[in-house]
């Protein structure tokens, strides 16, 4: 099914060496691959089992021209040593078997640490002045003057902001997981993909290894804008996915919304919102079609199997105008929702994303 694994950036990647196109493209192709997912813990061990040794078999030119700060020994590792790097990374790669590394490297937390940033917030009804440690079951409960940061493990922070409740529902390392009753959290996570699940009640937003805010009322109305990597929502067997640059309405008994980049055209924003409520809006589907450029075919990616059959042609005819069809790709799968088509075409245009 996959026509393109990403083995041979996953090096680059794990140094910040891609561009951020390229490195969303290893993101999505990461979250959906778990082939390729085995081989980036079995890099990320190499490499950071390296940073533990840097003195260790280094060639000499590499220390040249650095003196004894550690600060600057280490900076020099990073860059002048790569191919260094990459290779013992790659000798470790064909070393270690398995999948469980990062589990490994990761120790579990029955318990996790709040820190308040203003104000009162509380901690199952418990006010937190300074520093607190929140457990399975416990409500972090801000008002409109407190905000306060939860320590998720050791994958990453999620600030929760004012007005808001949210509850530990997980705490896992394979699992992270928090409950959004309302209010807005922003979560930076640095961790393989699928670690980190938020529910709300319109669906759970699934972390790809990311930066993103999520807002919600208690029905479950709300918004999700993704600012580094990618989020999958899912909900009752629909998927949104979203890049960084992205956002998606979600909406009470019907999910996630069609994703967006937040610079379209405020008319196409508007006619999503339209098309959101009353599905079969001939007018709305016009104006987004219409306002689409290359990089919208994310919003008409998603769009192709939330329209009727006797619009999904349309959809199809736009994006084949937009951007060239990959090879791989007919008219007649796409139309029927082949899924292995529908997962080949993405994998093209997230290219554009
Ligand atoms: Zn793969």
Redesign the pocket.
């Known amino acids: 099914m ?1 026509t393109r ?2 083995s041979g950036k996953l090096a680059a990647y794990a140094d910040g060496e891609l561009t951020p196109r390229a490195a969303q493209q290893v993101e999505l ?1 990461l979250a959906r ?1 778990p ?2 997912r085995r081989e980036q813990a079995e890099v990320r061990f190499g490499l950071a089992m390296m940073e533990r040794l840097p003195s260790i078999e280094a060639p000499d030119t590499i220390w040249a021209a650095i003196d004894a700060n550690p600060a600057d020994r280490r900076q020099a590792v990073m860059s002048a040593g790569r191919p260094w790097r990459l290779a013992f990374a790659a000798a470790v790669l064909v070393a270690v078997a398995g999948a469980a590394i990062w589990r490994v490297a990761q120790p579990s937390e029955a318990q996790w640490e709040v820190h308040r940033i203003e104000g009162r917030p509380a901690v199952a009804g418990r006010v937190v002045s300074g520093a607190g440690q929140v457990g399975i079951g416990e409500w972090i409960e801000t008002d409109a003057g407190s905000r306060a940061t939860v320590a998720i493990g050791a994958i990453g922070s999620v600030e929760v902001g004012r007005n808001t409740r949210v509850r530990v529902v997980a705490t896992r390392p394979e699992e992270h997981r928090l409950a959004l009753d309302r209010g807005q959290i922003h979560a930076t996570i640095s961790a393989p993909p699928k670690l980190f699940f938020v529910d709300t009640a319109s669906g759970t937003a699934v972390d790809l290894g990311c930066e993103y805010a999520l807002s919600t009322d208690e029905d479950g109305s709300g918004l999700l804008q993704v600012t580094r990597g990618w989020v999958s929502f899912q909900w009752n067997g629909l998927e949104s996915l979203v890049p960084a640059g992205a956002s998606c309405q979600t909406r009470p008994r019907m999910g996630p919304g069609l994703p967006y980049f937040d610079d379209a055209t405020d008319a196409m924003k508007q006619a999503l919102a339209i098309f959101g409520r009353e599905k079969v809006d001939r007018g709305a589907l016009d104006v987004i079609l219409a306002e689409s450029r290359v990089r919208d075919t994310l919003t008409l990616w998603h769009l192709l199997s939330r329209v009727e059959a006797s619009e999904r042609a349309r959809v199809y005819d736009r994006m084949a105008a937009l951007t060239p069809v990959p090879a791989g790709v007919s008219r007649e799968k796409a139309l029927e929702l082949d899924a292995a088509t529908l997962t080949r075409w993405r994998e093209e245009l997230a290219w554009t994303w």
Do not use: D, G, S
Request: aromatic share 14%; glycine share 0%.
């Open positions: 996959w694994h990403v192709h691959c082939r390729c």
